[in-house]
C-alpha cells in the first residue's frame, strides 16, 4: 500500500467522500513535513525509520478522533530519531490540541512530553501528577527508586523550579479587575493560560521573553542576565507553567545543600 493508501484507511470505514479524504491526507503530510507531492505514492519501504513513525502518527490522526492512544511509538527507533519525533509531537499537539495518552517505558520522554505522568507498578496507579512533583515529591520510596539517576537532569529544567503561583505572575481576571500587584517584573496571565504580556509603566507589553519549559538553567540564566530580568515566565505547549525567579533557584540550590549536608 501506498502512503496515501495508508492513511486513508480510517477514513474510508468512516464513508468519507474522496476528496475529503485527500484533502486530509496532504493536510496532515504537510503538518508532520512530508510534501504530499513527494510522499503521497511512495511505499513504506522507501521511507526511514523516522518517516514510517510520522506517517503511522498521521495515520491514527486521520479520521479526526477525540483521543489518541501512543503506544510504545517510538522505541524501536535510534536516539536521534527519538528525540526529533518527541520534538515533531510536542509540535503537533499545539496543532491538533487533541489528548494523547503516550504509553512509554523512558522515565525521561515521559517527563519531556507529558502534562501530566502516571507511574504505574503491577497494574496500579503508583502516583499521577506533573512532573516536577514526581520528581520534588514522590509519593513513596518506589517513585523516588524508580526516578533514581535520572533525577540530576530534569532537576535543571526549569518547568521543575518555576513556581506556577508566583507573585510575578497575575490571572486575567484579576488584571481586568485592575487588582495588580506591585511586583516587578509581573506577567499576565490570559483566560486560555497563554501569556498576554508584561506589565511595564502602566502598560501591558506583548511579546516579552520567556523560558522554555525544557530549557536547562544554565541557558535560562543567560537569558535573565540578558533581559536584566529577577524572574520570567515558562512556557510548555505555549501555554504558561509558572515563573522562574533567582528566588526560585537560590531555594533549590539551598535545599540541595541541606539534602547533600544531611547524607554526609
Given at each position: 500500500m501506498t502512503i496515501a493508501e495508508n492513511i486513508a484507511i480510517v477514513p474510508e470505514m468512516?464513508?468519507?467522500?474522496?476528496?475529503?479524504?485527500?484533502?486530509?491526507?496532504?493536510?496532515?503530510?504537510?503538518?508532520?513535513?512530508?510534501?504530499?507531492?513527494i510522499y503521497r505514492e511512495r511505499k513504506p519501504a522507501e521511507l526511514s525509520g523516522g518517516q514510517q513513525q510520522r506517517v503511522g502518527v498521521v495515520r491514527a490522526l486521520a479520521g479526526d478522533p477525540e483521543i489518541i492512544l501512543m503506544d510504545e511509538p517510538f522505541s524501536?527507533?535510534?536516539?536521534?530519531?527519538?528525540?526529533?519525533?518527541?520534538?515533531?509531537?510536542?509540535?503537533?499537539?499545539l496543532d491538533i490540541k487533541k489528548t494523547i495518552v503516550f504509553v512509554t517505558h523512558d522515565i525521561d520522554e515521559a517527563m519531556a512530553l507529558g502534562d501530566r505522568v502516571c507511574l504505574m507498578r503491577a497494574?496500579?496507579?503508583?502516583?499521577?501528577?506533573?512532573?516536577?512533583?514526581?520528581?520534588?515529591?514522590?509519593?513513596?520510596?518506589?517513585?523516588q527508586d524508580f526516578i533514581g539517576d535520572?533525577?540530576?537532569?530534569?532537576?535543571?529544567?526549569?518547568?521543575?523550579?518555576?513556581?506556577?503561583?508566583s507573585?510575578?505572575?497575575?490571572?486575567?481576571?484579576?488584571?481586568?479587575?485592575?487588582?495588580?500587584?506591585?511586583?516587578?517584573?509581573?506577567f499576565a496571565e490570559d483566560e486560555e493560560g497563554k501569556l498576554a504580556g508584561e506589565w511595564i509603566g502602566g502598560e501591558l507589553v506583548h511579546n516579552p521573553p520567556v523560558l522554555q519549559?525544557?530549557?536547562?538553567?544554565?541557558?535560562?540564566?543567560?537569558?535573565?542576565?540578558?533581559y536584566n530580568k529577577d524572574?520570567?515566565?515558562?512556557?510548555?505547549?505555549?501555554?504558561?507553567?509558572?515563573?522562574?525567579?533567582?528566588?526560585n533557584i537560590v531555594?533549590?540550590?539551598?535545599?540541595?545543600?541541606?539534602?547533600?549536608?544531611?547524607?554526609?
Open positions: 468512516k464513508g468519507w467522500k474522496k476528496k475529503q479524504t485527500d484533502e486530509r491526507i496532504n493536510e496532515l503530510l504537510d503538518m508532520v513535513g512530508l510534501a504530499p507531492g524501536a527507533l535510534d536516539p536521534i530519531s527519538r528525540e526529533q519525533l518527541q520534538q515533531d509531537i510536542q509540535k503537533l499537539q497494574g496500579e496507579i503508583v502516583q499521577l501528577d506533573i512532573p516536577q512533583n514526581l520528581i520534588l515529591h514522590p509519593a513513596n520510596p518506589f517513585v535520572r533525577k540530576t537532569p530534569w532537576l535543571t529544567a526549569v518547568d521543575v523550579l518555576c513556581d506556577p503561583h507573585p510575578h505572575l497575575v490571572s486575567w481576571s484579576a488584571f481586568k479587575q485592575n487588582q495588580i500587584p506591585a511586583v516587578s517584573p509581573l519549559n525544557d530549557m536547562r538553567l544554565h541557558d535560562a540564566l543567560s537569558i535573565m542576565e540578558k524572574a520570567l515566565p515558562v512556557i510548555k505547549h505555549g501555554k504558561i507553567q509558572g515563573v522562574l525567579s533567582y528566588k531555594a533549590y540550590l539551598a535545599s540541595k545543600n541541606r539534602q547533600e549536608v544531611g547524607t554526609r
